[in-house]
């Protein structure tokens, strides 16, 4: 009997023996679908490794699921698990200790952000580390030279005045379908990868989610938020992803060897 490696909900499931028997272009076709998950997969965990020590960076991780009618599709989902906080002192190194994002304002639209060692630009303008300016409630932070605090709620003073609040919002469903030509994420951190509203676009699954209420928002000044990513489970990740994309290739050639043994008897029989 040859058997072939499936997916459904992120999980590795056989064929039924007759898939194999009687179907063997089904069979060869459930094979090439789970090939595309691990290889998904490996692209991903190698883009998360690669991120382990990158400030604020969220993991990405692969899901597989029926689509109406039998179509299998394989997307990737953020890992919303917050990271360990790292006090660096720096007063514009931010991180929220719960749930919510700081928004910057990029030239492809806003984007979510979950921490960053942010400077400010001759203008005073509180940027990350690409130039892209960190926005708050009324747009982008402008500052004053002078002592600059940001309070738990987000609020900004310099020299005892508050100067701004920092847009604080929450999390975002960001799902997303594998298609040919998606490129992963870049490597930069600062919540690469997540999604942004660009100008002009309307509601979506990618608009950017409402403000967070006062009581929800807890900003850490001098604070970075580490990566999320353990190096140690992407290596481990990386063995099984190995061993069963090589587990998918044996059944595709037994499939193949399967059909072509029927095919020549078919041939002798004619």
């Known amino acids: 009997m040859a058997r072939a490696l499936l997916f459904t909900g992120g999980d590795c499931i056989t064929l039924r023996e007759e898939d194999s028997m009687s179907g063997g272009p089904e069979g060869l076709r459930a094979a090439g679908h789970a090939l595309l998950y691990w290889q998904r997969r490996q692209e991903v965990n190698t883009h998360n490794l690669a991120n382990a020590e990158t400030a604020g ?24 698990r917050v990271g360990e906080l790292r006090q660096t002192g720096a007063p514009l190194d931010l991180a929220l ?39 708050g409630t009324t747009g982008p932070l402008v500052v ?29 469903e960001s799902a997303q379908p594998l298609r040919g030509e998606e ?17 002009g676009r309307g509601a979506g ?5 409402d403000d967070l209420p006062d009581e929800m928002i807890t900003v850490r000044q001098g604070y ?35 059909m072509e043994t029927v095919a020549n008897r078919i041939g002798r029989v004619d």
């Open 183 to 199: 490129a992963l994420p870049g490597g930069r951190g600062l919540g690469e990868g997540d999604p942004v509203r660009a100008p």
């Open 57 to 80: 960076f969220r993991a990405r991780r692969v899901f597989a699921e029926m689509l109406e009618g039998g179509i299998p599709t394989v997307g990737t989902r953020t890992d919303t």
């Open 205 to 209: 699954p990618d608009e950017i989610p």
């Open 224 to 258: 970075l938020e580490e990566s999320n990513v353990s190096a140690l489970d992407s290596l481990i990740e990386m063995t099984t992803i190995q061993r069963s994309f090589e587990a998918v290739q044996t059944s595709v050639r037994t499939l193949d060897s399967i």
């Open 144 to 172: 004053p030279p002078g002592p600059l605090e940001i309070d738990a709620r987000g609020g900004v003073t310099v020299d005892g005045e508050q100067v701004g609040r920092l847009r604080i919002v929450g999390e975002a």
């Open 97 to 135: 200790a719960g749930e919510g994002n700081f928004v910057v304002q990029t030239p492809n639209g806003e984007k979510l952000v979950r921490s960053g060692s942010f400077t400010l630009d001759p203008e005073g303008q509180i940027i990350d580390a690409t130039g892209n300016p960190l926005l």
